[in-house]
C-alpha cells in the first residue's frame, strides 16, 4: 500500500529536550515536505527537500531541522523545541514538485510543556 | 509568510444543497491545489489546476483557475453527509518547485 509514515503520532515532551519526528514513504517519490497546522492559520511548510541531499527553507523554518540522507526517509528535528512548537505536523510526499502533493501522512501531534 | 485568503471560514448546509468556496491572494501563482482534510487524518488532494481560466471536474467537485491568476474557486454539487471536513486551497508561485502556501481552511458541516 502506498504511504506515507509518521511517527511517533502523538509525542509530549519537555522544553529543551531533543526530538526528531520521522516520515518515510514507499512510493519512490523525489519530492518530500514538513508542514505545521495550528488552528486559525492553516498549513504552513516548515521544510522541502526536491532530492536527497537537496532541502531548503519553507516559510516558518526557524527551530527545525531536517536532513534527507536517502529517498524514502525525511525526519523533522527540533534541536530544543520550545512551547510555541506545539502543533500538528504533517509529512507530504509527491512524485514531482511541479506536480501535485498527493501524500500525506496521518501527522504528528506534538506537545511541548 | 504568506498566507491564502480561504472564504468562508466555516458553512453549514442542507444535504443536497451545493456549496461553493474561494481562495484569493495578492499575488500571481502558477499552481491551484484544493485538498480536503478528515478528523485525525493527513489533507487529501481532490483537485489540481495548471493554467488560468482551466475548470476541472473530479465527481461531483468543480475547482477553477481565476482569470487573474489570484483566485480559485471550489464547487460541491449535491452535498451529502460524508462531505464534511476542511477545504484548504494552496497555491504555488513559482513552477518547478515544491514550495506551496495553504489558505486557512473551509470547514464544511452537511445536515442531514
Known amino acids: 500500500e502506498a504511504q506515507v509514515t509518521q511517527n511517533p503520532r502523538y509525542l509530549i515532551t ?5 526530538l526528531t519526528v520521522t516520515c518515510s514513504q514507499n512510493m519512490n517519490h523525489e519530492y ?3 508542514y505545521r497546522q495550528d488552528p486559525g492559520l492553516g498549513l504552513r511548510q516548515i521544510y522541502y527537500s526536491m532530492n536527497v541531499e537537496v532541502t531548503d527553507k519553507g516559510d516558518v523554518p526557524e527551530g527545525y531541522k531536517v536532513s534527507r540522507k536517502e ?9 530544543s523545541p520550545s512551547p510555541n512548537q506545539t502543533s500538528l505536523y504533517f509529512c507530504a510526499s509527491s512524485l514531482k514538485g511541479t506536480n501535485t502533493e498527493a501524500f500525506f501522512g496521518q501527522g ?5 510543556v | 509568510g504568506q498566507q491564502l485568503n480561504q472564504s468562508p471560514q466555516s458553512m453549514f448546509i442542507q444535504e443536497g444543497e451545493d456549496v461553493s468556496m474561494n481562495c484569493t491572494s495578492s499575488s500571481i501563482f502558477n499552481t491551484w491545489l484544493w485538498y480536503k482534510q478528515d478528523p485525525g487524518e493527513g489533507p ?7 493554467k488560468a ?14 482569470i487573474t491568476r489570484k483566485d480559485s474557486f471550489l464547487n460541491i454539487s449535491a452535498s ?3 462531505d464534511v471536513g476542511i477545504y484548504f486551497c494552496a497555491g504555488s508561485r513559482t513552477s518547478g518547485t515544491y514550495k506551496y502556501i495553504f489558505g486557512t481552511g473551509t470547514r464544511l458541516k452537511v445536515l442531514a
Request: proline share 4%.
Open chain 1, 14 to 18: 519537555v522544553t529543551g529536550k531533543k
Open chain 1, 32 to 34: 518530500m515536505s514538513w
Open chain 1, 71 to 79: 529517498k524514502r526517509n525525511f525526519p523533522l528535528i527540533l534541536e
Open chain 1, 108 to 112: 504528528t501531534r506534538l506537545t511541548v
Open chain 2, 44 to 50: 487529501v488532494l481532490l483537485i489540481a489546476l495548471y
Open chain 2, 53 to 66: 481560466g482551466e475548470l476541472t471536474s473530479n465527481g461531483r467537485l468543480t475547482a477553477q483557475f481565476g
Open chain 2, 80 to 82: 451529502i453527509p460524508s
